[in-house]
Nanobody
Framework: QVQLIESGGGLVQAGDSLRLSCAAS????????MGWFRQAPGKEREFVAV????????YYADSVKGRFTISSDNTKNTVYLQMNSLKPEDTAVYYC?????????????????WGQGTQVTVSS
């Protein structure tokens, strides 16, 4: 079992930056690929970024590539999402998720554990 707790969301203006954190407890953090997803009102949950096991390869949705960076600190069992140049369309609840996969999963069904989400609101 893995428990995930996100933090760092908030209300910012377009062009600002935020860093989300996801603290994991439970089984060995390095055994999981860690992903970030987001869900805006009335929309499906969508993939944002993933970092493979043990802080390996990273992969991003086209909509955030070049603006967002995912990283992990295995000593702190924490994964981060640095979000720069935020846009109003980035407004959503952001979720952290953990997958047992040995690759870089990009669909919600490939993930085994989820956090409760943190709200990010970007005003224009």
């Amino acid at each position: 079992q893995v428990q995930l707790i996100e933090s760092g969301g908030g209300l910012v203006q377009a062009g600002d930056s935020l860093r989300l954190s996801c603290a994991a407890s439970g089984r060995a953090f390095s055994n999981y690929a860690m992903g970030w997803f987001r869900q805006a009102p009335g929309k499906e949950r969508e993939f944002v970024a993933v970092i493979a096991r043990s802080g390996g390869n990273t992969y991003y949705a086209d909509s955030v590539k070049g603006r967002f960076t995912i990283s992990s600190d295995n000593t702190k069992n924490t994964v981060y999402l640095q979000m720069n140049s935020l846009k109003p369309e980035d407004t959503a609840v952001y979720y952290c998720a953990a997958s047992r996969g040995y690759y870089s999963p990009v669909t919600p069904g490939e993930y085994d554990y989820w956090g409760q989400g943190t709200q990010v609101t970007v005003s224009s």
